[in-house]
């Protein structure tokens, strides 16, 4: 098949406390991976990527690396800050033959002052 | 930059009315999706366009069409509206069709629907 799974939400941090936002993939074959994230009342955006095992994506403080032999995809920040309350979405390209992407469920976080 | 522009952010309809909602891109891009948000359900595909007159129903279609008469043009029709499409529709667009980085949608910033 042709899955993403995150984990369930809200995530609830104070600032400043390191975030990390579970990703897995069923691998059929190596695709790329992607993280998005929406903003209150906004649409989805790109937020970082990887195309290949073992490649790291980056932005905005954030960070999720391709790890192969665990299928994950795991979202990582150090620090977060009050505006970094958003949904995450975890989303892989379509199988063979489609295509539709296909993406998690998203996870909402919130982050307190 | 690519843009994806939806034409209103907020829509306020009666039941039974016609409704359009408009997504256009300018990046020609070849696909084109409507997607349909709801708390705890994620994303839900309605339809998607992988070229001009050419469409494909997605998770749920029902009591929806669509139209692509232009590529970076990508219209949801609403023939009825009824209470429970009251909803944030979201149109993305993405270049790449089965290739590996097919996964990179570009969104608008989304339409939210409110049917009394």
């Known amino acids: 098949g042709n899955s993403v799974t995150q984990m369930e939400g809200p995530v609830t941090l104070s600032e400043e406390a390191f975030l990390t936002i579970n990703c897995t993939y069923t691998?059929?074959?190596?695709?790329?991976l992607f993280w998005y994230v929406q903003y209150p009342g906004e649409g989805l955006q790109l937020l970082l990527k990887?195309?290949?095992?073992?490649d790291k994506g980056s932005n905005k403080g954030f960070e999720a690396t391709y790890r192969k032999e665990t299928t994950s995809f795991h979202l990582e920040k150090g620090s977060v800050q009050v505006s970094d309350s958003a949904v995450y979405f975890c989303a892989r390209p379509p199988p063979g033959g489609s295509y539709i992407p296909t993406f998690g469920r998203g996870t909402s976080l919130i982050v307190h002052p | 930059d690519v843009k994806v522009t939806q034409s209103s952010r907020y829509l306020v309809k009666r039941t039974g009315e016609k409704v359009f909602l408009e997504c256009v891109q300018d990046?020609?891009?070849?696909?084109m999706f409507w997607y349909r948000q709801d708390p705890g359900l994620g994303l839900r595909l309605i339809y998607f366009?992988?070229?001009?007159?050419?469409?494909e129903k997605g998770d749920i279609p029902e009591g929806y069409s669509v139209s692509r008469e232009k590529k970076e043009r990508f219209s949801l029709i609403l023939e009825s509206a009824s209470t429970n499409q009251t909803s944030m529709y979201l149109c993305?667009?993405?270049?790449?069709?089965?290739?590996?980085?097919?996964?990179?949608?570009?969104f608008g910033e989304g339409s939210r629907l409110t049917v009394l």
């Open positions: 366009s992988y070229d001009v007159k050419m469409k």
């Open positions: 990887a195309t290949k095992a073992d």
């Open positions: 993305a667009s993405s270049l790449y069709g089965r290739a590996e980085r097919a996964g990179e949608l570009f």
């Open positions: 990046m020609d891009h070849e696909n």
């Open positions: 691998a059929t074959g190596y695709p790329s």
